[in-house]
């Protein structure tokens, strides 16, 4: 695509965007002249779909006229309000429905998969991950090893980018499971780095391991909702996810777990249960069934029964992303977005910046991470005085995350406006 810095240009793409109704389906935060703001920040939390506040009021009016009888008599019953968000979000991952479970938050399900495929022996004990890794990714992981009564200096090994780059080469990765092949028990790879935005090459990645008997986990904390998943058909034995960020389920949203069916319909894996992972037959028979059988999908990991309050913004959001048509039509969006941004970025041509996403649209969802050379605090706080909301990572760096559902052309003409002005 021919790109131009050109205002009429960003003007005439949003006018021929085929998704541009739905920016108004969003609450755009403003800022203080009343305008709303440019708002990048879709990666650490998603804008309010308009739908999610009737649906929340529905359960709150349910609650106010049937009390408990709402599990059964709701609009929506709550006893099985998980089943309707079983399909929606299977689409946006690329799973069977029987792989998919919506509970908890994103770490506690990652702790919860580990419980199951994290099963050390004296010999196959490690645990690969890519570093930097999100920090709570990285204190479940240590902390599970522990747990095992094991030492993290031992068993965790990571992933790192080579002298001078920022991205962890999938060889690297490759290379390091190779090398490993006896002792490894884990890999769990971050689909979309949450610092330098980089999509892994998750089916490359799972297909080695696996050929070693080594379990693969996937955090798609920045990926679902941003880049096209397949979880299902690359095979890898569990993922988790959250639901606040690009999937805009507000925050604390109830996250995902995914369990590949291979494993999801065998009843005699190891987990931590709890009584919604029963079957639903014996369910109520509780003290009389002391015995746990847990349901023969992704739902045997549920534990207890669903927030209704929390689960309701998610079937909202959920139903704006089936109504855009999915993730392959976003993503075609996306790419042009992003790929505007980058254009612009680097026709600024600064000295000051560097991009450290990978500039392969294979390799990077819609982020792009700006390390900024001098005075990146400053940079950061001019562009939050002229409108813009993006975040900032310490050290140095930027994090710009244009998404296609809400975000404009425009808007990123004038974010990169704004940046220039301010150099
Ligand atoms: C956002 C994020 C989390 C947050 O975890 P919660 O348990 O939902 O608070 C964890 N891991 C990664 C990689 C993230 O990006």
Redesign the pocket.
Known sequence: MQFSADENFALRLDGEDPLRSFRGKFHLPAGENGQPLIYFAGNSLGLMPKSARRIVEQELDDWAQLGVDAHLDAETPWYSYHQTLREPMARLVGAQPVEVICMN????NLHLMMATFYRPTKSRFKILMEDP??P??TYAIKTQIVHHGLDPKEALLLARSREGEFTVRTEEIIDLIEKNAETLAVVLI?AVN?FTGQLFDVPAIAAVARKHGIAVGV?L??AVGNVPLSLHEWNVDFAVW?SY?YLNAGPGAV?GAFVHERHATNKNLPRLAGWFGNDPNTRFRMHLEPEFIPVASADGWQISNPPIFSMAPLRASLAVFDEAGGMERLCEKSRKLTGYLEFLLKQAGSERFTIITPNDTEARGCQLSILVHEHPKELHQKLEAAGVKADFREPNVIRAAPTPLYNTFHDVWRFAQILSAHQ
């Open positions: 938050s994103l770490t506690v890794a999100f709570s990714d971050g949450f955090d904390a920045h959250c960020k996250a």
